[in-house]
């Protein structure tokens, strides 16, 4: 299993992303920080809630394999420096959670409306009964 979290500034707010990579494929799990984070606080957010965050849905992907090369490996790690955003498979399975989410709290919110109706018409009849009850 390979992790990979990268930090990066998202008007207003730093953002962290943490890519999951495992058995092909990849999870991704989207942080929002208020300022930015220092290298401490981002080591403490790991060591303290990893075991709590929310991963989405594993969606199916390729694992790059690195060179041995140190040569490349400086190359890929410059180039990493200087790409400031996430991956597009991260983007995938962070657009995938969202829509899961959404559907999830729109049935949660469906199901409550439907239950404070079935309240408020419980307690509608059971006034129109106290009001007959004398006759």
């Not at 790059?64 to 400031?84: F, S, Y």
């Not at 829509?99 to 404070?116: H, P, S, V, Y």
Request: proline share 3%; with cysteine.
């Amino acid at each position: 299993m390979e992790t990979v979290f990268t930090v990066f500034f998202e008007e207003p707010f730093w953002i962290g992303v943490i890519e999951e990579y495992a058995n092909g494929k990849l999870s991704v799990c989207r942080i929002t920080f208020g300022a930015e984070p220092t290298d401490a606080e981002i080591y403490e957010f790991i060591i303290r809630y990893y075991n709590h965050l929310k991963f989405s849905k594993p969606i199916k992907s390729r694992v790059r394999k690195t060179a041995d090369n140190p040569k490349r490996r400086q190359r890929e790690i410059r180039k990493q420096m200087k790409n400031t955003g996430i991956g597009t498979k991260s983007q995938q399975a962070l657009k995938l959670q969202y829509e899961e989410n959404k559907i999830e709290r729109k049935q949660m919110n469906k199901e409550q409306r439907e239950a404070e109706k079935v309240r408020r018409f419980a307690l509608k009849q059971q006034k129109k009964k106290e009001k007959h009850k004398g006759h």
